[in-house]
Protein backbone atom coordinates (compact mmCIF):
# COMPACT_ATOMS: atom_id res chain seq x y z
CA UNK A 1 0.00 0.00 0.00
CA UNK A 2 3.19 2.28 1.13
CA UNK A 3 4.67 1.75 -2.91
CA UNK A 4 1.16 2.07 -4.47
CA UNK A 5 0.57 5.54 -2.27
CA UNK A 6 3.97 6.57 -3.14
CA UNK A 7 3.44 6.07 -6.72
CA UNK A 8 0.00 8.10 -7.23
CA UNK A 9 1.96 10.63 -5.18
CA UNK A 10 4.73 10.97 -7.56
CA UNK A 11 2.34 10.73 -10.62
CA UNK A 12 0.09 13.52 -9.04
CA UNK A 13 3.14 16.11 -8.29
CA UNK A 14 5.21 14.97 -12.13
CA UNK A 15 1.46 16.06 -13.77
CA UNK A 16 0.82 19.16 -11.37
CA UNK A 17 4.64 20.47 -11.95
CA UNK A 18 4.30 19.53 -16.02
CA UNK A 19 0.99 21.93 -15.59
CA UNK A 20 2.94 24.42 -14.05
CA UNK A 21 5.57 24.52 -16.22
CA UNK A 22 3.66 24.75 -19.34
CA UNK A 23 1.53 27.71 -17.28
CA UNK A 24 4.74 29.58 -16.45
CA UNK A 25 6.52 28.87 -20.11
CA UNK A 26 2.54 30.49 -21.17
CA UNK A 27 3.21 33.81 -18.98
CA UNK A 28 6.35 33.89 -19.64
CA UNK A 29 5.91 34.39 -23.15
CA UNK A 30 3.86 37.58 -22.95
CA UNK A 31 6.56 38.92 -20.81
CA UNK A 32 9.36 41.62 -21.19
CA UNK A 33 12.45 39.99 -20.52
CA UNK A 34 12.86 41.73 -17.05
CA UNK A 35 9.45 40.54 -15.96
CA UNK A 36 9.92 36.87 -16.59
CA UNK A 37 12.73 36.43 -13.80
CA UNK A 38 9.76 37.87 -11.43
CA UNK A 39 7.90 34.29 -11.97
CA UNK A 40 8.37 31.33 -9.09
CA UNK A 41 11.07 28.62 -9.81
CA UNK A 42 10.17 25.12 -11.13
CA UNK A 43 9.52 22.84 -7.84
CA UNK A 44 11.45 19.91 -7.90
CA UNK A 45 10.57 16.47 -8.77
CA UNK A 46 8.65 14.77 -6.34
CA UNK A 47 7.50 18.01 -4.07
CA UNK A 48 4.31 18.13 -3.19
CA UNK A 49 2.68 20.88 -4.41
CA UNK A 50 -0.84 22.81 -3.59
CA UNK A 51 -2.49 23.76 -6.60
CA UNK A 52 -5.25 25.56 -5.16
CA UNK A 53 -2.82 27.90 -3.24
CA UNK A 54 -0.05 28.20 -5.99
CA UNK A 55 -0.44 31.30 -8.28
CA UNK A 56 1.19 31.59 -11.25
CA UNK A 57 0.19 35.44 -11.90
CA UNK A 58 3.21 37.55 -12.14
CA UNK A 59 4.18 40.09 -9.62
CA UNK A 60 3.12 43.62 -10.18
CA UNK A 61 5.92 45.51 -10.77
CA UNK A 62 7.18 48.59 -9.00
CA UNK A 63 8.79 51.04 -11.29
CA UNK A 64 10.05 53.55 -8.73
CA UNK A 65 13.53 52.32 -9.40
CA UNK A 66 15.10 51.54 -13.16
CA UNK A 67 17.91 49.64 -12.21
CA UNK A 68 20.68 49.53 -14.81
CA UNK A 69 21.31 46.60 -16.55
CA UNK A 70 25.11 46.99 -17.56
CA UNK A 71 26.03 48.28 -14.34
CA UNK A 72 24.09 46.92 -11.62
CA UNK A 73 23.35 50.85 -10.08
CA UNK A 74 19.86 51.91 -9.23
CA UNK A 75 18.83 55.68 -10.89
CA UNK A 76 16.21 57.32 -8.86
CA UNK A 77 14.09 59.65 -11.31
CA UNK A 78 14.39 62.72 -10.72
CA UNK A 79 13.83 66.19 -12.96
CA UNK A 80 16.53 68.59 -14.12
CA UNK A 81 16.33 72.25 -12.39
CA UNK A 82 15.39 74.96 -14.03
CA UNK A 83 17.51 77.53 -15.41
CA UNK A 84 18.43 80.51 -13.46
CA UNK A 85 16.42 83.52 -15.01
CA UNK A 86 17.42 85.60 -17.38
CA UNK A 87 17.86 89.36 -17.07
CA UNK A 88 14.35 91.60 -17.15
CA UNK A 89 17.02 94.32 -18.47
CA UNK A 90 20.30 95.33 -19.23
CA UNK A 91 21.07 98.76 -18.52
CA UNK A 92 24.09 100.75 -19.68
CA UNK A 93 26.15 103.59 -18.90
CA UNK A 94 27.26 105.46 -22.10
CA UNK A 95 30.13 107.08 -21.88
CA UNK A 96 33.16 104.76 -20.72
CA UNK A 97 30.89 101.68 -20.92
CA UNK A 98 29.34 101.98 -24.87
CA UNK A 99 32.44 104.47 -26.05
CA UNK A 100 35.78 105.43 -24.74
CA UNK A 101 34.45 108.89 -24.83
CA UNK A 102 35.85 111.32 -21.98
CA UNK A 103 39.56 111.83 -23.03
CA UNK A 104 39.22 111.77 -26.70
CA UNK A 105 35.86 113.30 -27.02
CA UNK A 106 34.03 115.21 -24.27
CA UNK A 107 37.09 116.65 -22.88
CA UNK A 108 37.92 117.90 -26.12
CA UNK A 109 34.58 119.05 -26.96
CA UNK A 110 34.71 121.24 -23.81
CA UNK A 111 38.30 122.57 -24.49
CA UNK A 112 36.87 123.80 -28.10
CA UNK A 113 33.75 125.63 -26.32
CA UNK A 114 36.12 127.50 -23.82
CA UNK A 115 38.19 128.62 -26.48
CA UNK A 116 35.22 129.39 -28.90
CA UNK A 117 34.04 131.83 -26.00
CA UNK A 118 37.56 132.88 -24.93
CA UNK A 119 37.50 131.87 -21.85
CA UNK A 120 40.67 131.15 -21.23
CA UNK A 121 40.56 127.76 -19.45
CA UNK A 122 42.06 124.30 -20.64
CA UNK A 123 41.01 120.87 -18.68
CA UNK A 124 44.06 118.77 -19.60
CA UNK A 125 43.66 114.67 -19.24
CA UNK A 126 45.06 114.47 -15.83
CA UNK A 127 42.56 117.37 -14.34
CA UNK A 128 39.35 115.89 -16.59
CA UNK A 129 39.69 112.47 -14.80
CA UNK A 130 39.05 114.27 -11.79
CA UNK A 131 36.43 116.36 -12.31
CA UNK A 132 34.78 113.25 -13.74
CA UNK A 133 34.30 111.99 -10.19
CA UNK A 134 31.49 114.83 -10.26
CA UNK A 135 28.18 113.64 -12.30
CA UNK A 136 27.18 115.34 -15.47
CA UNK A 137 29.12 118.01 -17.59
CA UNK A 138 26.94 121.27 -16.22
CA UNK A 139 27.73 120.09 -12.79
CA UNK A 140 31.29 119.56 -13.27
CA UNK A 141 31.58 123.12 -15.24
CA UNK A 142 29.57 125.00 -12.65
CA UNK A 143 31.94 122.53 -9.69
CA UNK A 144 35.17 123.91 -11.42
CA UNK A 145 34.15 127.70 -11.48
CA UNK A 146 32.64 127.78 -7.98
CA UNK A 147 36.53 126.38 -7.23
CA UNK A 148 38.69 128.03 -9.27
CA UNK A 149 36.97 131.31 -9.84
CA UNK A 150 34.32 132.01 -12.86
CA UNK A 151 35.77 133.74 -16.44
CA UNK A 152 35.59 137.53 -16.69
CA UNK A 153 32.53 136.71 -19.29
CA UNK A 154 30.57 135.15 -17.03
CA UNK A 155 27.89 136.97 -15.35
CA UNK A 156 27.75 137.64 -12.13
CA UNK A 157 23.88 136.52 -10.59
CA UNK A 158 23.48 133.09 -9.81
CA UNK A 159 20.56 133.03 -12.21
CA UNK A 160 22.14 134.01 -15.19
CA UNK A 161 25.26 131.62 -14.66
CA UNK A 162 23.15 128.64 -14.78
CA UNK A 163 22.04 130.26 -18.43
CA UNK A 164 25.77 130.64 -19.37
CA UNK A 165 26.71 127.26 -18.03
CA UNK A 166 23.56 125.81 -20.01
CA UNK A 167 24.47 127.37 -23.18
CA UNK A 168 28.55 126.23 -22.64
CA UNK A 169 27.35 122.78 -22.72
CA UNK A 170 24.69 122.91 -25.64
CA UNK A 171 27.78 124.01 -28.28
CA UNK A 172 29.87 121.66 -26.09
CA UNK A 173 27.16 119.23 -26.93
CA UNK A 174 26.84 120.16 -30.57
CA UNK A 175 30.56 119.72 -31.02
CA UNK A 176 30.64 116.55 -29.19
CA UNK A 177 27.89 115.29 -31.89
CA UNK A 178 30.54 115.84 -34.99
CA UNK A 179 32.57 113.69 -33.54
CA UNK A 180 30.26 111.01 -33.30
CA UNK A 181 28.54 111.43 -36.65
CA UNK A 182 32.13 110.90 -38.34
CA UNK A 183 32.50 107.96 -35.99
CA UNK A 184 35.65 109.09 -34.86
CA UNK A 185 34.86 107.15 -31.29
CA UNK A 186 34.30 103.67 -31.97
CA UNK A 187 31.98 101.16 -30.11
CA UNK A 188 34.07 99.37 -27.03
CA UNK A 189 34.89 95.44 -28.20
CA UNK A 190 31.84 93.60 -26.92
CA UNK A 191 29.20 96.21 -26.77
CA UNK A 192 27.13 95.19 -29.77
CA UNK A 193 27.49 91.58 -29.11
CA UNK A 194 25.83 91.91 -25.43
CA UNK A 195 23.12 94.14 -27.03
CA UNK A 196 22.41 91.42 -29.48
CA UNK A 197 22.50 88.92 -26.94
CA UNK A 198 19.76 90.47 -24.93
CA UNK A 199 17.27 91.79 -27.61
CA UNK A 200 17.15 88.41 -29.04
CA UNK A 201 16.27 86.92 -25.82
CA UNK A 202 13.58 89.34 -24.87
CA UNK A 203 15.51 91.09 -22.38
CA UNK A 204 15.15 94.89 -22.37
CA UNK A 205 17.74 97.07 -22.86
CA UNK A 206 18.47 100.46 -21.86
CA UNK A 207 21.14 103.26 -21.67
CA UNK A 208 21.24 105.17 -18.09
CA UNK A 209 23.97 108.25 -18.52
CA UNK A 210 24.45 111.41 -16.87
CA UNK A 211 25.09 112.57 -20.18
CA UNK A 212 23.26 115.01 -22.22
CA UNK A 213 20.00 112.90 -24.08
CA UNK A 214 21.01 114.24 -27.45
CA UNK A 215 24.79 113.27 -27.12
CA UNK A 216 23.13 109.93 -26.13
CA UNK A 217 21.14 109.47 -28.84
CA UNK A 218 23.25 110.03 -31.23
CA UNK A 219 25.98 107.55 -29.74
CA UNK A 220 23.08 105.34 -29.89
CA UNK A 221 22.08 105.60 -33.44
CA UNK A 222 25.29 106.24 -35.13
CA UNK A 223 27.27 103.73 -33.45
CA UNK A 224 24.94 101.00 -32.82
CA UNK A 225 22.65 101.72 -35.77
CA UNK A 226 18.89 102.64 -36.04
CA UNK A 227 18.04 98.98 -35.87
CA UNK A 228 19.00 98.40 -32.17
CA UNK A 229 18.44 101.95 -31.33
CA UNK A 230 14.91 101.67 -31.92
CA UNK A 231 14.17 99.07 -29.49
CA UNK A 232 16.66 100.73 -26.43
CA UNK A 233 15.52 102.79 -24.06
CA UNK A 234 17.27 106.42 -23.33
CA UNK A 235 17.15 107.91 -19.88
CA UNK A 236 19.92 110.37 -19.71
CA UNK A 237 21.07 113.88 -18.84
CA UNK A 238 17.94 115.86 -16.77
CA UNK A 239 15.73 112.93 -16.76
CA UNK A 240 16.22 112.78 -12.58
CA UNK A 241 16.99 116.06 -10.95
CA UNK A 242 19.57 113.96 -9.43
CA UNK A 243 22.53 112.95 -11.13
CA UNK A 244 24.60 109.93 -10.47
CA UNK A 245 26.21 108.31 -7.60
CA UNK A 246 22.33 108.94 -6.56
CA UNK A 247 20.17 106.28 -7.75
CA UNK A 248 17.56 107.94 -9.59
CA UNK A 249 18.60 107.42 -12.47
CA UNK A 250 18.45 103.65 -12.58
CA UNK A 251 14.83 103.81 -10.24
CA UNK A 252 13.24 105.62 -13.27
CA UNK A 253 14.67 102.84 -15.53
CA UNK A 254 12.90 100.27 -13.78
CA UNK A 255 9.62 101.78 -12.46
CA UNK A 256 9.56 103.13 -16.77
CA UNK A 257 10.21 99.47 -18.18
CA UNK A 258 7.86 97.64 -15.13
CA UNK A 259 10.88 95.18 -14.23
CA UNK A 260 11.94 94.56 -10.56
CA UNK A 261 15.14 96.25 -9.74
CA UNK A 262 16.73 92.77 -8.19
CA UNK A 263 16.51 91.24 -11.67
CA UNK A 264 18.39 93.92 -13.59
CA UNK A 265 21.97 93.87 -14.55
CA UNK A 266 23.72 97.17 -15.20
CA UNK A 267 27.18 97.56 -16.87
CA UNK A 268 29.42 100.78 -15.75
CA UNK A 269 32.63 101.84 -15.70
CA UNK A 270 33.14 104.47 -12.93
CA UNK A 271 33.02 104.37 -9.03
CA UNK A 272 29.96 106.80 -8.76
CA UNK A 273 28.07 104.36 -11.40
CA UNK A 274 28.54 101.69 -9.32
CA UNK A 275 27.34 103.22 -6.54
CA UNK A 276 24.24 104.34 -8.59
CA UNK A 277 23.64 100.66 -9.42
CA UNK A 278 23.98 99.60 -6.12
CA UNK A 279 21.71 102.07 -4.36
CA UNK A 280 18.92 101.07 -6.38
CA UNK A 281 19.60 97.57 -5.57
CA UNK A 282 20.85 96.20 -9.04
CA UNK A 283 23.40 93.89 -10.05
CA UNK A 284 26.57 95.73 -11.67
CA UNK A 285 29.14 94.54 -13.37
CA UNK A 286 32.05 97.41 -14.34
CA UNK A 287 34.18 97.26 -17.42
CA UNK A 288 36.77 99.85 -16.78
CA UNK A 289 37.82 102.15 -19.04
CA UNK A 290 40.97 104.70 -19.32
CA UNK A 291 39.76 106.83 -16.44
CA UNK A 292 38.49 104.52 -14.06
CA UNK A 293 41.16 101.70 -14.19
CA UNK A 294 42.26 102.39 -10.54
CA UNK A 295 38.75 103.68 -8.81
CA UNK A 296 37.07 101.28 -5.92
CA UNK A 297 35.06 98.89 -7.08
CA UNK A 298 34.73 96.42 -4.32
CA UNK A 299 31.17 96.67 -4.19
CA UNK A 300 31.02 95.33 -8.02
CA UNK A 301 29.83 91.92 -8.74
CA UNK A 302 32.20 91.39 -11.31
CA UNK A 303 35.12 93.31 -12.74
CA UNK A 304 36.62 93.58 -16.29
CA UNK A 305 38.58 95.67 -18.50
CA UNK A 306 36.22 95.65 -21.24
CA UNK A 307 33.29 93.08 -22.33
CA UNK A 308 35.03 92.20 -25.34
CA UNK A 309 34.27 89.96 -28.31
CA UNK A 310 35.32 86.69 -29.16
CA UNK A 311 37.68 85.44 -29.42
CA UNK A 312 38.70 87.65 -26.35
CA UNK A 313 35.31 87.84 -25.05
CA UNK A 314 35.11 88.35 -21.31
CA UNK A 315 31.73 87.79 -20.45
CA UNK A 316 28.61 87.34 -22.21
CA UNK A 317 24.65 86.93 -21.72
CA UNK A 318 25.07 83.68 -20.12
CA UNK A 319 27.24 85.15 -17.25
CA UNK A 320 24.67 88.04 -16.65
CA UNK A 321 22.51 85.36 -15.91
CA UNK A 322 24.50 83.23 -14.00
CA UNK A 323 25.48 86.59 -11.80
CA UNK A 324 21.42 86.55 -11.13
CA UNK A 325 21.67 82.63 -9.84
CA UNK A 326 24.24 83.20 -7.37
CA UNK A 327 22.33 86.43 -6.08
CA UNK A 328 19.12 84.44 -5.25
CA UNK A 329 20.53 81.90 -4.20
CA UNK A 330 22.30 83.87 -1.08
Not at 181 to 194: H, I, N, T, Y
Given at each position: MASSSTTISLSLATTAL?????????????????????LPPSSLLGTSINLEKTSLRPRPITRSKERNSSHGATCLASSSPPPPPL????????????????????????NDTFNERELGVTWDVELYGELLKIGGGKERMTAY???TGWPEKAPKSDEERKEFIASLHKRKTELFMVLIEKKLLPLRPGVAKLIDQALAEGV????CSTSNEKAVSAIVSFLLGPKRAEKIKIFAGDV??????????????????????SSCVVVEDSAIGL??????????????????????????????????????ERFDLAFCRSLLEKQYVS
Amino acid sequence: MASSSTTISLSLATTALISHQRTTTSVASTLKPHERTLLPPSSLLGTSINLEKTSLRPRPITRSKERNSSHGATCLASSSPPPPPLPSALLFDCDGVLVDTEKDGHRISFNDTFNERELGVTWDVELYGELLKIGGGKERMTAYFNKTGWPEKAPKSDEERKEFIASLHKRKTELFMVLIEKKLLPLRPGVAKLIDQALAEGVKVAVCSTSNEKAVSAIVSFLLGPKRAEKIKIFAGDVVPRKKPDPAIYNLAANTLGVDPSSCVVVEDSAIGLAAAKAAGMTCIVTKSGYTADEDFLNADAVFDCIGDPPEERFDLAFCRSLLEKQYVS
